[in-house]
């Protein structure tokens, strides 16, 4: 009897959501505003300087949000440029506290919507922040023979450099605890001997959307030399470094690794009608799980609009309308946390993870 009340709500409430996923889906979900936000170093608090701070730090959330360091060589984006106030919501001076001596910085917010709606004019694809997987960095290091795995406890120079790169480009990353358990299934030589399988086990207990793995040398000759892989990343899944500076090889790193995943991840608005997509989600039983995934559903920018059209006893029908394609979406869902595909293996249908 409960579950027939259960189903009675969840199918009112689905003529409700009907009537308002007839509107465009939200470009901005909850959560993306740090996207558009970025810190640069200032010498002064003069007016006449502040045009060219704020185009600095509107250059590092447009390679942010695009995933693409060469976004700024198009001449539609140094239109944008030419007029950064344009774009900003707020902006601050505070001093950072943890430099030596300590350093005047300006802090600029952005108006996501607009500059997501800009980009997605000119036919410039856009990486949100729903689209961007979790990553677990498995970071061994050999420091003229000193050999350490990266923990997340650390605070060393390899840590907080990596840290700092992956927040520049939007990238959320964490580190393995390293405690008995991971040093029971890892071991230096397993991360630099590339044998991934080992690390991919240890990896399930963290439950990442995604494993980063790095090996990262210094010579007796004073550089740097990194190699990267993403296990089953593909072709682009495998890349190399060096320098002379290790924050400048560890950001070079990420860079690469944010193209990567802007490639297969990041939406370019299309420019006509899409059509009609049909997603089915089973495994929906109350009215807590419907709203989890409308709530996921409507925060995906690879989704224009999304209307509700079926309830079922245990799954839910949307009519979608997307900016790209349903592999793009179908990327998309993977890396995420919430659905995944039904075991039937069919296009579009999915399930509620538990």
Known sequence: ??????????????????????????????????????????????????????????????????????????????????????????????????????????????????????????????????????????????????????????????????????????????????????????????????????????????NPQAVLIGRLNHSASGGWVARWDIPNGGEAGSWTGNGEQLGAVLQAGIDTLSGHLASRLAVTAPGADTGVTNVTVEGVNTLTAFARVDDYLSSLTTIRRLQLERVDASSLQYALQLNGTLDGLTQTIAIGTVLEPSPGGAPGAYRLRQ
């Open 1 to 206: 009897m409960g579950m027939d009340c259960n189903f009675r709500g969840l199918a009112r409430l689905a003529v409700v959501a009907a009537f308002l996923c007839l509107a465009p889906v939200a470009g901005i979900a909850e959560g993306v505003e740090s996207l558009f936000e970025a810190d640069v170093p200032v010498t002064g608090q003069q007016p006449e300087l502040r045009t060219g701070y704020m185009r600095t730090a509107m250059e590092e959330v447009l390679v942010r949000v695009t995933g693409q360091r060469d976004v700024l060589d198009r001449a539609s984006i140094r239109a944008m440029l030419a007029d950064p106030e344009r774009y900003v919501q707020q902006y601050r001076y505070f001093t950072q506290p943890d430099a030596t001596p300590p350093r005047l910085m300006l802090r600029v917010r952005f108006d996501g919507g607009a500059i997501q709606q800009a980009l997605q004019q000119q036919g410039v694809a856009y990486w949100g922040n729903t689209e961007r997987p979790d990553i677990l960095v498995w970071l061994a290091v050999n420091d003229e023979g000193t050999r350490y795995i990266v923990s997340a406890q650390d605070d060393n120079a390899a840590h907080r450099a990596m840290e700092q790169a992956a927040d520049q480009r939007g990238i959320p990353i964490l580190f393995p605890l390293m405690d008995l358990e991971d040093q029971g299934k890892v071991r230096f030589a397993d991360i630099w001997g590339g044998f991934f399988d080992e690390i991919q086990t240890a990896s399930e207990r963290y």
